[in-house]
């Protein structure tokens, strides 16, 4: 064996790697195969990419920043961060925050059907959603004109990060490391058409045509066109809109002459999936004003009518996703997705019954919102002291980490999860952003809020959080609830709707060219906005 060269192993899959010493253990783990969560992106600071070393310890000391998100509990546990360690002499580590690939809530429904069908191609298509967190593909008989069939998938590039900058940060950071953020996602599409050929009785083959439907940055990805552009200001992408070609170009084995078409974007942060929504709801169309909200791993507003359309971005999902909760996760089994008060006493409901292990957004929003009509949380977001609660409810529950941070026990001792106040800043900041951005859709537009016609929430997110929860965070307006709908998957709607007619597909480029770009943090008052929002 080459002395220059380290072998790591990661329990418990068994993979193994042969790198240099002083390889960053996220580089030992992507040429094994081994899939180490990475919500922040490797910036050190979510505690979600943890491995745990035994007697054969192949790591480089503690770093301070590891100290800081582990404890020092955490570190005589054995637990280190990917994103830190590096790999400098032979051994083995158990991945303790894995990416798995089961259990995940995915939203896979329309909220409308498809009735007009004028498809330019013959035999079978597929409509893709391609989300940050999740992929939605939806099969077509083009000649009958009914759908067929559906399957969705955790998207496997979240192994190199939750939110989009985390991609591109990992796009650029080496030659190879675009092909490789590409083809796992490529590679996973093209397995997952041949799960939906098989189980239909078709042949891949006779697959025609796939459109998709995706924020900028992951049809860049998707395409293989470096996204690194976005991730810098002016924040401008390499395309808005893409020609399209055929699918053996990206290795998707379908019918020899089979093409793949992606929707128009807008801006670097307002994509294809955005424009797709807007087309299905025919925003561009309707006499009222329509205000359109998607927070997902990304956050999108969008407000408008006939007479004109108005768009922003906020950097809003990566807290409702759990990247920087501390005991945050996406919404899959075991998730707390509801909180809320029964009979004096706070009471959490999980994803699938199952024993809570972590806290997805709409959980997190309904805590939140429970423990502030409850007085334990200021309307500053301060929790009250441990020491000075006097309600017996929630005396009991609140208490002090290590660190002497103020938590919350939101469920029994025995499954212990926690909100913390830290928690509640990272959702000040992020629902100070989306109340920023409604503010000034509002205001581009000349309405009032209630002068609103219908609100439509758009995503996974959107369509589970608890309405009062969501308008009590600032999340969406305060309006007639009568006004506020779940518009499900508009994204794999508006793709199927252009899949299925040639006419909406085209029609989905004038949407986007009508649609106008506002960068918030340009305005001159943002920050003003952004402090005074951040109050709940």
């Not at 900058?165 to 030659?175: G, K, M, Q």
Request: charged share 25%; aromatic share 6%.
């Amino acid at each position: 064996m080459d002395e220059k060269m380290c072998e790591i192993k990661f329990l418990p899959d068994g993979l193994t790697a042969r790198v240099a010493p002083d390889t960053p253990l996220t580089e030992a783990a992507d040429a094994a195969g081994a899939r180490i969560g990475r919500h922040c992106g490797g910036a050190g600071v979510c505690g979600k990419c943890r491995v745990r070393t035994g007697a054969d310890d192949p790591l480089s000391p503690v770093s301070e920043t590891e100290r800081g998100a582990l404890g020092e509990a955490g570190i005589k546990e054995g637990l280190r961060l990917s994103c830190c360690a590096r790999v400098v002499r032979d051994g083995s580590v158990t991945i303790v925050d894995r990416v798995e690939s089961k259990g995940h809530s995915i939203l896979e429904g329309f909220s409308d059907g498809i009735s007009d069908w004028a498809p330019d191609a013959k035999g079978y298509g597929v409509s893709v959603d391609i989300g940050t967190t999740t992929v939605v593909c939806y099969l077509f008989d083009l000649d009958g004109h009914e759908s067929i069939d559906k399957i969705s998938f955790l998207n496997p590039q979240v192994a190199f990060g939750d939110d989009v900058i985390s991609r591109i940060a990992y796009a650029s950071s080496s030659p190879d490391a675009l092909p490789r953020i590409q083809s796992v996602l490529t590679e996973e599409m093209d397995k997952s058409l041949g799960v939906l050929a098989e189980r239909n009785g078709i042949k891949k083959e006779e697959i025609t045509e796939i459109v998709i439907a995706g924020n900028t940055v992951m049809e860049h990805l998707f395409a293989g066109v470096s996204p690194e552009s976005i991730g810098r200001s002016p924040y401008t992408p390499q395309f808005l809109t893409y020609p399209p070609f055929p699918a053996s170009k990206l290795g998707i084995r379908i019918n020899e002459n089979g093409i793949i078409k992606m929707l128009p974007n807008v801006a670097g942060y307002v994509g294809a999936d955005i424009v797709a929504g807007v087309a299905a709801l025919g925003m561009e169309r309707a006499e009222g004003v329509t205000l359109l909200v998607d927070i997902g791993t990304n956050n999108e507003i969008v407000i408008g009518s006939r007479d004109g359309l108005f768009c922003c971005a906020t950097a809003a999902g990566p807290a409702f996703e759990g990247a920087r909760i501390q005991y945050g996760m996406r919404a899959s089994t075991g998730a707390i997705e509801k909180v809320y008060m029964d009979g004096g006493e706070l009471r959490c409901k999980t994803i699938g019954g199952a024993k809570p292990v972590g806290l997805c957004g709409s959980g997190l929003i309904d805590a939140i919102m429970v423990v502030l009509r409850e007085g334990v949380v200021e309307p500053s977001g301060r929790f009250t002291a441990p020491e000075k609660c006097v309600d017996p409810r929630f005396a009991k529950r609140l208490g002090r980490n290590e660190n002497g941070m103020v938590r919350l026990l939101l469920t029994d001792e025995e499954n212990p999860i926690y909100l913390t106040q830290k928690d509640i800043r990272e959702v000040q900041l992020a629902a100070g952003a989306v109340k920023v951005g409604t503010e000034v859709m509002l205001e581009r537009a000349g309405i009032t809020k209630d002068e609103i016609a219908e609100v439509c929430l758009a995503g996974a997110f959107g369509n589970n959080i608890d309405i009062e929860s969501a308008a009590a965070a600032g999340l969406i307006p305060d309006i007639d609830r009568a006004k506020i709908r779940g518009v499900k998957n508009s994204s794999g709607l508006g793709a199927s709707l252009a899949l299925a007619s040639a006419e909406f597909y085209e029609r989905t480029k004038a949407v986007a060219e009508k649609m106008k770009y506002v960068e918030l943090s340009s305005l001159p008052d943002f920050q003003k906005r952004f402090v005074k929002a951040m109050a709940f």
